[in-house]
DNA sequence: ATTTCATTTGAAAATATTTTAAGTAAATGA
DNA sequence: TCATTTACTTAAAATATTTTCAAATGAAAT
């Protein structure tokens, strides 16, 4: 099972079909954008875990739309692009390109490429079992346990407390927490990272009243501490 | 500066030639291999930040030493290969290759990619910029501890105190304070500064009417100082 | 179509922080 | 030294932020 979610920025159609049945017949999810505009939007407001990015889109420069996406975009971006000179290819990397594909590029090949980017990156996450204190966090695994039970945790209240978990001691400001579990598109919602906050504090705290896995920062954002 | 240590294992000489002088004049350091064993025992040795791999060894197939370097190595390995097939690409880049270029590549592009790889594997943790004396203030985590006790500061009482780490030794205004913290339209409120100077001294001082660290400069401002 | 579960939205209650004000102490300059 | 200015302390009032609860919406699964 696989179930990466894939975004194709892409302005021909033709493209578009074929990485959508190529990348589907291979259990990827599929959105795609037809312009730079509309692919940032997208990505905004639900980001995928790895994008695909023409280089040659209608309304805006693909080495900008990448640069736009890199303020904030951690997944893997690959570049597929009809342009083959060195520099273009150097130019796309050293913006935070995790790979570079000319078109027209050979079907296994981007799907192995796309296996190698989502490998390298999640390969990142396995800091093998982290965290401790009756609280069990491994992020390989993606279970956390509290007394030994597992707690069932949704995509978000994971995705959330894995951040904690990756941070741990560090204070993460709304903006920056409402930006990577969200997407940029939700950096004013702060109610959102309230009530899960209180999720989470109600499934792994031993007192949700008086949490001290996940502190408030009045004004600022959390903090998560595991006191050794 | 870069100091990354990058092992090169390729039975052409030329082909090392050419990368050892690319390589150290873009700050890498460099250590070669001229066989598949060879290259095993030296990264098993001395673990390189960085490999890059031949595909076409004397005495191993590349592919094996992927397979090898794998079992423990998780650092990237870049594939330098003239085979250009499909069967070969998709073979590496499943073998836990992390890039595959296809010789005769250009410089450019393979430092760019050797960049984008150093660059998604290392996760950069900042230095936390700390000051010392039974008083840390740690700005990448935004934490200040006490005694090794992390003490709580409200959002203003932070940019305050972050202000002062930021000029140690300096003595700050009140104009500047004000202007700093509160914005340009509080600079006649001294009254802020002298609430939340005491605020902070009771919170970070061993004896707040005998401050240390946050020193009057009467009619001008405060200075902050660590005594050494 | 129905049920289930997660997410979003809204609004009152509880906390925390900032501002204001008033009384006291310390420093400065003639 | 005294008069004056500047600084410190404290606590309440005013604001702002966070928590909590619950209902509405949406999406996935049967």
Redesign the pocket.
Known sequence: MNNSEILIIDDEVQIRKLLNITLQSNDFKVIEAASAGEGLIMAANHPPDLILLDLGLPDESGHSVLKKLREWYAKPIIILSVLSSEEDIVKALDNGANDYLIKPFRTGELLARIRSALRVTSHEDKGPLVDCNNLQIDLSARTVKKNNEII?L????YTLLSLFAKNEGKVLT?HYLLQQV?GPGYID????L??F??QL?KKIEED??QPKFII?E???GYRFVIDK
Do not use: F
């Not at 949704?154 to 209240?157: L, M, N, V």
């Not at 919602?189 to 959102?192: A, D, E, K, R």
């Open positions: 069932k949704t995509a978000t209240e709304h969200w919602q702060s109610q959102y309230r009530v906050i209180a504090r949700p009243n408030t009045s004004g600022v």
